[in-house]
């Protein structure tokens, strides 16, 4: 009777360990290396499996538009370097996120990018993010893409994945 018990706390301690395992299981550590090079830009960035991928060249821009569903929607402008200074290209970005009239706060800042909160109104509050990037002579910015809205959660692992590709 007691060895039957034992095996019962095991499995119940087994039990409890892969239930926390499963709660903190990130999905984008599930997603897997996309590359972009296909497209145009010589970078790679995470995403869920059969993400579409649509490109349209804008003259002297290219807009990557990586997508899956409602919770991943990734958009990369690749255009002509204007500053090698990642400090001037972030300042710019922020300074065009921080124009909109519905723009909150910063939620996160860091040298190449953020993350930004907007607020309509009390029932419609949004997340954003920006982060830029340059390799030789183009400059990348990644952000949401403006179609649709996103949480904070949606919006952070994001971002983290595009920043994982680098």
Same mark, same amino acid.
């Given at each position: %009777?007691?060895? =039957?018990?034992? *095996?019962?706390?095991?499995?119940?301690?087994? #039990?409890?360990? %892969?239930?926390? *395992?499963?709660?903190?299981?990130?999905?984008?550590? +599930?997603?897997?290396?996309?590359? =972009? =090079?296909?497209?145009? @830009?010589? @970078?790679?960035? %995470? #995403?869920?499996?059969? #993400?579409?991928?649509?490109?349209?060249?804008?003259?002297? %821009? &290219?807009?990557?538009?990586?997508?899956?569903?409602?919770?991943?929607?990734?958009?990369? !402008? #690749?255009?002509?370097?204007?500053?090698?200074? =990642?400090?001037?290209?972030?300042?710019?970005?922020?300074? +065009?996120?921080?124009?909109?009239? !519905?723009?909150?706060? @910063?939620?996160?800042?860091?040298?190449?990018? !953020?993350?930004?909160?907007?607020?309509?109104?009390?029932?419609?509050?949004?997340?954003?993010?920006?982060?830029?990037?340059?390799?030789?002579?183009?400059?990348?910015?990644?952000?949401?893409?403006?179609?649709?809205?996103?949480?904070?959660?949606?919006? +952070?692992?994001?971002? &983290?994945?595009? &920043?994982?590709? +680098?």
């Amino acid at each position: %009777m007691n060895f =039957l018990k034992s *095996w019962q706390k095991v499995f119940l301690y087994i #039990a409890a360990i %892969m239930t926390i *395992w499963a709660c903190n299981n990130d999905p984008a550590e +599930e997603w897997s290396e996309l590359d =972009l =090079l296909p497209y145009g @830009i010589p @970078i790679s960035i %995470m #995403a869920p499996d059969s #993400a579409d991928v649509n490109m349209s060249n804008l003259g002297v %821009m &290219k807009d990557i538009t990586v997508k899956k569903g409602n919770e991943y929607n990734v958009q990369i !402008f #690749a255009s002509p370097l204007s500053s090698d200074n =990642l400090g001037e290209l972030k300042a710019s970005q922020l300074e +065009e996120v921080k124009s909109n009239r !519905f723009f909150s706060q @910063i939620i996160t800042d860091e040298p190449n990018g !953020f993350i930004y909160e907007t607020v309509i109104d009390s029932n419609n509050i949004n997340y954003g993010f920006r982060h830029v990037y340059y390799q030789a002579d183009l400059e990348y910015v990644f952000q949401q893409s403006l179609v649709g809205s996103f949480t904070q959660e949606q919006i +952070e692992k994001m971002y &983290k994945a595009i &920043k994982q590709g +680098e």
